[in-house]
């Protein structure tokens, strides 16, 4: 047997053909197309990719919050969902808002938003244009194999740099 460790291997779609052949045994209907649809694989992959992403924010400004203990409550970071969507959050701290939103099944959208309804995205290392209104968009690519990859500019995205860029950006930003 070979020996993986669960925590770095995605075993929903697995649990979810067990389901599906349960279904279809119950059922006595055979749906083949909805396993091959890119658009289901799509919206399926956006939200476990956004997921991701949380789960991470939430644990570095988890830490974040703890090296500032018996500091100024008010300097804390928070993290909310956002109401009426699936899996869309935002960070808030000292009227800054890092808001993290699925636009469409291949779109995820990064942005700032202050207090005086400015938004507008932090300036990618490299960059010489000034900082503007335009929010950062990954988007998926499908590969072979259904294979999906997210990338920001055409460069993939990987999940631990992108955090820690838009996390120190926020904190930046939002420090008084």
Known sequence: MMNMNSDKIDTTWLESLAIEEINMEESGFIRFADSADPARILEEESILFINKIKDRFEFYVSLFNQYRVNRDQGRMIKVFRISNTISDFMLFRNSLKLIVARKSSDVISIGFLSNSGGLFSPRIPGDQSPQTSQIHEIRAFV????????????????????????LSEFIRSSAR
């Open 143 to 166: 590969g072979a194999f259904n294979n999906i990859s997210w990338r920001y500019q055409g460069e993939e995205v990987h999940i631990d740099s992108m955090v820690k860029f838009y």
